[in-house]
């Protein structure tokens, strides 16, 4: 698998998006200098990827090699733009670093169906490796990919890789989780307040964002504190519907919650269950990673993997539901449609990995039920309680009914 003489490519991108949406639009060509792809800093291996920083990039990434010498790597760059995508291999010694280069990706798949995209890609050395490279992707590129099953590489006409993408979705939350880190690691090198947990809350008026849900059908809606700490301003936005305006009720710093209310009557709020089991599925909507994935909402589904928090907080439990930042405030429900939590944190898996030399995966925490229904009626709200008589419901039902439930929070 060796690349023929590498001739530069003159014409405009060719073809366009499908169902694998890699790029923003023709304007995203490949780098006008060969990059520095390093990796300075390790933190383990998730699903079979390999996770770092580069200091060159400005960003952390995730790389896999494959039988054939083929490594496939991705990322964030905060020096090249946005996400990057490239393929380095020691036997394409005809690459020529700096040379640009036609390439086709197809994606395969049942998650993801079938999509083309064609692109210019600029070569580069890294080692005894020549690669190809390719930056400025729009900011749901690395989403897009993580949702492929496997990619084949064609050049010139021809496939010379065909590269799995199994595990890249728990690399995807790796990265993130490791761009966020070192975020908040600049923050603090450069003066202004880090944020106090894996959270969205900004402080100090400083705009933010996270989830909450009602709770009462005349309009309140429960949230973490640190999601509106310091806001000026808060609205809140219902799938399909315009934000509207809320105002802070009461907040519990100590227990993380914060009651808003909307001044508008809504049929959705939710029964909150008393308690959750160990071993049972839970299912959390809200809305993570803004700017990044979908607007309208994103549902993962888990199990409870504990009744007691790190340490053994007994106000929290743990769950293995992927969340990410943005999640903060969102409800936790089990599979009769109650709200059984209140999503709060994950747990740090880069201070985890700095210690054990691997990374924690979907270790994340929700605010019992109880302690929520405590503040809640120490404020006036009852909360609807539901006892569990109902037959289990499909997921696609309970992503539904949540969806109609949750909101998204803006705090300025």
């Known amino acids: 698998m060796m690349y023929s003489a590498g001739k530069r490519v003159r014409r405009r991108l060719c073809g366009g998006l499908a169902a694998l949406a890699f790029m923003a639009s023709a304007t995203a060509l490949a780098s006008p200098a060969p990059p520095n792809l390093t990796v300075d800093k390790s933190f383990g291996k998730t699903a079979g990827w390999s996770i770092g920083y580069s200091e060159a990039l400005g960003g952390c990434l995730a790389a896999a090699t494959f039988g054939d010498g083929t490594t496939i790597w991705f990322g964030l760059s905060a020096v090249r733009g946005n996400a990057y995508l490239a393929f380095t291999n020691p036997k394409w010694r005809s690459i020529a670093a700096g040379d640009q280069y036609d ?23 890294r080692g005894e490796a020549r690669g190809l490279f390719q930056s400025g992707l729009r900011d749901n590129f690395v989403a897009d990919l993580s949702n492929a099953g496997a990619i084949t590489v064609e050049f010139e006409g021809r496939p010379i890789a065909k590269l799995s993408l199994v595990g890249s979705t728990d690399a995807l939350d790796a990265v993130l989780g490791c761009q966020k880190e070192f975020a908040v690691e600049k923050a603090k090198s450069t003066g202004p307040a880090p944020a106090r947990r894996d959270d969205e809350g900004s402080g100090s008026g400083r705009s933010s964002q996270g989830t909450g849900f009602y709770v009462s059908e005349i309009g309140h809606v429960l949230t973490n504190q640190h999601v509106i700490d310091g806001c000026s301003a808060i609205t809140v936005t219902r799938v399909g519907s315009a934000p509207i305006k809320a105002r802070l009720v009461a907040a519990d710093a100590t227990n993380d919650l914060a009651v808003l209310d909307t001044d508008r009557a809504t049929p959705s709020a939710p029964p909150l269950a008393m308690r959750a089991r160990v071993g049972e599925s839970v299912y959390a909507f809200g ?47 089990d599979q009769y449609g109650n709200v059984v939590g209140v999503i709060v944190s994950k747990l740090n898996a880069l201070k ?42 499909t997921a696609d039902t309970i992503a539904e009914r949540a969806k109609a439930f949750t909101v998204r929070v803006n705090c300025n």
């Open 352 to 393: 985890m990995a700095s210690l054990t030399s691997d990374l924690a995966q979907n270790v994340n925490f929700a605010i019992k039920t109880t302690i929520a229904l405590n503040f809640l009626e120490a404020n006036g709200i009852l909360a609807p309680l539901n006892t569990r008589t109902s037959d289990p419901m």
């Open 287 to 333: 809305f993570p990673l803004n700017g990044l994935l979908a607007t309208t909402g994103n549902f993962t589904v888990g199990n409870v993997t504990a009744t007691a928090g790190l340490g053994d907080d007994t106000r929290h439990i743990q769950v293995s539901v992927p969340i990410q930042p943005g999640n903060s405030g969102g409800p936790l429900v």
């Open 103 to 125: 390439l086709r990706l197809q994606a395969h798949g049942q998650r993801q169906g079938h999509g083309r995209w064609g692109g210019t890609f600029v070569g580069f050395e």
